[in-house]
């Protein structure tokens, strides 16, 4: 049975996980800013830096896998912004790094990060978002939605989970991770009815937008469905998972995108590996 680190263990699909895996007899070390086994404030460094600490003194160094689901949504607050930036990416991807050789010294280990179908549903997310949070910078980033005012929570959780999303991506295939046996993959729920979304729909205008949002199968998701997922993207059939995102939202995604992924990758990409084919002659001009 394997060691497990879970945050926002406390609530919602983070509690559903940590249920499910105890219940399969496995160790779980919940992070969460509300009671749980190691309480920490992911917004803050000094927060990420603890929660990183304890669990690897708490796993004795080794864990078989990780579970990042602490998040806040996208509550309409300009004052709440720094907050959900930091929580919902430095959250994340500071505890991946810090957490990276315990994950290693198991050989086979497993993550699945919290994304959201917000990452490909909400309209344009501005790049220049994107890209601060990609580069660490989470107070350019909420600096760069200012223009819109107390309609920003959307761009910023948008973007948080679309810098998620890629930075697992980019990461997933590296030697340090791949090659070290671990297995990094998203997880991009839909609306799911969790406290969060509670929240959102005790909020008159959050609730419109919420039900107002095209759901083919119809209703909300259950946290304990997202859970059967992620346990699947733990367990050993996960071996050959590399760098996916898997969006379980009820068809919201294929209903706005259906043609716009998967998507030919670009020639100018894949050049380099087609010169190593002996015969088969790319020039610079395609
Ligand atoms: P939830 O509110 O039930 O749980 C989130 C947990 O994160 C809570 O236990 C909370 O205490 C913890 N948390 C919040 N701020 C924290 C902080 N500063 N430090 C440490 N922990 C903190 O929400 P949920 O719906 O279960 O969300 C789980 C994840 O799924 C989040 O990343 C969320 O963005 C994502 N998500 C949710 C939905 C949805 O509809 N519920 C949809 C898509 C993605």
């Known amino acids: 049975m394997g060691v497990y680190a879970v945050t926002g263990a406390a609530s919602g699909m983070g509690r559903a996980v940590a249920d499910k895996l105890t219940a399969e007899g496995h160790r779980v070390i919940g992070v969460d800013i509300q009671e749980t086994d190691i309480v920490a404030d992911l917004s803050t460094a000094a927060g ?3 929660a990183i600490d304890d669990v690897l003194a708490a796993a004795d160094g080794r864990l078989d896998g990780a579970v990042l689901a602490a998040g806040l949504g996208p509550v309409p607050d300009p004052a709440r912004l720094p907050m959900i930036a930091a929580v919902n990416y430095l959250g994340v991807v ?3 790094e810090g ?25 344009a997310v501005p790049g220049r978002t994107v890209k601060a949070f990609l580069a660490g910078d989470t107070d350019r980033a909420v600096r760069s939605v200012k223009i819109f005012g107390r309609q920003a ?3 910023v959780y948008a973007a948080s989970k679309i810098a998620v999303s890629r930075w697992v991506r980019r990461h997933a ?3 340090e991770w791949a090659g070290a046996g671990i297995r990094l993959n998203v997880i991009a729920p839909g609306a799911i009815l969790t406290p969060l979304l509670e929240s959102q729909l005790a909020s008159a205008t959050q609730a419109k937008a919420v039900e107002a949002f095209p759901v083919p199968t119809g209703g909300f998701g259950k946290p304990e469905h997202i859970a059967d997922w992620v346990c699947m993207m733990l367990s050993p059939s996960a071996e050959f998972l590399c760098g996916s ?12 995108r259906p043609d716009d992924w998967p998507r030919a990758v670009p020639l100018r ?4 590996y087609l010169r190593k084919f002996r015969g088969f002659a790319v020039t610079r001009n395609g």
């Open 48 to 50: 990420r830096r603890n």
């Open 99 to 123: 957490w990276r050789p315990a994950l290693a010294a198991t050989g086979a280990a497993r993550v699945v990060a919290f994304g959201s179908n917000s990452s490909t549903t909400v309209p």
């Open 173 to 175: 295939v590296r030697p």
């Open 245 to 256: 995102i898997l969006f379980v939202d009820g068809g919201t995604d294929a209903y706005f």
């Open 153 to 155: 929570a959307p761009f």
């Open 94 to 96: 500071d505890l991946l």
């Open 269 to 272: 990409r894949i050049v380099g």
